[in-house]
């Protein structure tokens, strides 16, 4: 398995943006898809958005569409979440995962590796 670590979270006021930073280590990220995810308190975990190893193809949950951005730098072995115009109910913990399967998948079962999380809050 590859271990992974979040970073980027913080406090930001709505319409904001911020960066997430998901570092893999003890293997080559290029071998994985990866996804973010977050939870918000009191709920579940929600995908959030997907990418293939190659990063040609990524996905989105509808909420996140237009505003956030995954990307990836397998040289660096991290993958990125950038998130504009942020709204307070994007609150929560942003945890990224990995598979080695060869699409992201949006369920949060389908995922082997997972990070602790980094909290992002967004007030009004």
């Known amino acids: 398995q590859v271990q992974l670590v979040e970073s980027g979270g913080g406090l930001v006021q709505a319409g904001g943006s911020l960066r997430l930073s998901c570092a893999a280590s003890?293997?080559?990220?290029?071998?994985?898809?990866t996804g973010w995810f977050r939870q918000a308190p009191g709920k579940g975990r929600e995908f959030v958005a997907g990418?293939?190893?190659?990063?040609?193809?990524?996905i989105y949950a509808d909420s996140v569409k237009e505003r956030f951005t995954i990307s990836r730098d397998n040289t660096k072995n991290t993958v990125y979440l950038q998130m504009n115009s942020l709204k307070t109910n994007d609150t929560g913990i942003y945890s990224c995962?990995?598979?080695?399967?060869?699409?992201?998948?949006?369920?949060?079962?389908?995922?082997?590796?997972w990070g602790l999380g980094t909290q992002v809050i967004v007030s009004p």
């Open positions: 995962a990995a598979t080695p399967k060869p699409l992201p998948p949006r369920g949060n079962d389908e995922y082997d590796s």
């Open positions: 003890g293997r080559r990220i290029v071998d994985y898809s």
């Open positions: 990418i293939t190893w190659s990063a040609h193809n990524a």
